[in-house]
């Protein structure tokens, strides 16, 4: 694999506010985050350059280049939009139009979600705090741009853990979403501590990575307790709703908590029957998270999907994948045409919620 890929190295353009040789957002306090995804977007023209002169049929990329669009159009080129969050997380976001519409700019506005859609949202200090890492060009504005420019949509899930979500997407994107599976990484630092946890539970902060990796696939109960940073609230309260963990309560305005509540949500895990239910329904998960062959047809399937891709059809149809979800090794590159009235239907539905939730 490794004698397959070409790195090509662009420096990243240094602006103003950025310190000298920071790269990556993990060297940078949350309210300098900005300044690195303005430098980021100054790699547009050098990157047009390459791809001019490349052969280059695909472009795989995550939520930053809201300008690639435009450039892959003008090239002939075409978009993968690879997302490391799961579905629901998209699915609460609501659809592409309402990211780059005018219902979702204040913090307020993301605490809730049309009901039709999703029943879990951001909570309003995780908003506020989210909003500190946005530029001009807010995170919403870039996703919504970029779902709506690519031809592909695929994320680190899979049909197994969120079928009805992922159907959902299909119909709320409108083009295929083909889940690339859920990507375990390497553990081997963490396994062996991780296994003398026999009765055990686990604290996250509810990184999407942490969970796959080092909680649900060693089977210990999971508390979290969210960093109010991109995903992690949300990946809480679906952990808590799926009830293989418990999100220890923060104050919805400031984030602030007390001792006691942390104290009390361990004790419930680690002591009282609640905590045996969700020690079970873990372990049960790790059919899915722990499923080496699903992973790898995920994998199969996306790689086949990429290559059997006719792209005449994903502008102007919409796409839901086939019925045989249940089966790991089920042919995943066949998609079932929907009609238009899925958007219309969907798109009401959101407004219509937007305007309640106004009008409260």
């Not at 950025?18 to 977007?41: C, F, N, R, T």
């Not at 809201?66 to 969050?85: D, E, I, K």
């Not at 996250?204 to 909680?215: E, K, N, Y």
């Not at 400031?254 to 029957?273: C, H, K, N, W, Y």
Request: charged share 20%; proline share 5%; with cysteine.
């Amino acid at each position: 694999m490794s004698s397959s890929i070409s790195f090509v190295e662009f420096s990243l353009p240094q602006i103003q506010g950025l310190p000298a040789e920071v790269e990556s957002i993990s060297e940078l306090p949350i309210d300098q985050i900005p300044s690195l995804k303005k430098a980021y977007d100054k790699l547009q023209d050098p990157l047009t350059e390459f791809l001019k002169n490349s052969n280059v049929n695909w472009i795989i990329h995550d939520f930053a280049p809201y300008w690639l669009p435009r450039v892959a159009t003008l090239l002939g080129m075409n978009l993968v939009f690879f997302s490391t969050f799961n579905a629901t997380s998209f699915v609460s976001m609501g659809p592409p139009s309402a990211l780059l519409g005018d219902l979702q700019q204040r913090p307020e506005d993301f605490k809730a979600v049309p009901e039709n859609l999703c029943n879990i949202a951001m909570k309003l200090h995780e908003t506020v705090n989210y909003q500190q890492c946005m530029d001009d060009i807010s995170d919403f504005q870039r996703v919504g741009l970029l779902i709506e420019g690519c031809q592909v949509v695929t994320m680190r899930t899979c049909f197994e853990f969120e079928p009805d979500e992922v159907k959902l997407l299909i119909k709320v994107f409108q083009k295929p979403v083909v889940p690339v599976g859920l990507l375990p990484p390497s553990l081997q630092c963490h396994k062996t501590w991780i296994k003398e946890m026999i009765n055990g539970c686990f604290l996250s902060q509810g990184g999407w990575s942490s969970i796959i990796g080092a909680l649900i696939k060693f089977g210990r109960a999971l508390i979290v307790f969210s960093g109010a940073s991109a995903d992690q609230g949300l990946n809480a309260r679906l952990l808590h709703g799926r009830k293989v963990g418990l999100e220890i309560e923060r104050n919805e305005t400031d984030g602030s908590f007390t001792s006691d509540l942390v104290a009390e949500t361990i004790r419930q895990v680690m002591m009282e029957p609640k905590g045996e239910a969700i020690r079970a329904n873990v372990w049960a998960m790790r059919e899915i998270f722990d499923n080496e062959e699903l992973s790898n047809n995920c994998l199969d399937g996306f790689t086949r999907f990429i290559e059997e891709f006719a792209p005449s059809g994903c502008h102007s149809q919409m796409w839901e994948m086939p019925h045989q979800l249940n089966s790991t090794a089920g042919v995943r590159n066949k998609w079932l045409l929907y009609t238009a009235k899925c958007k219309q239907e969907l798109n009401f539905g959101f407004r219509t919620a937007c305007n309640k939730r106004q009008r409260r």
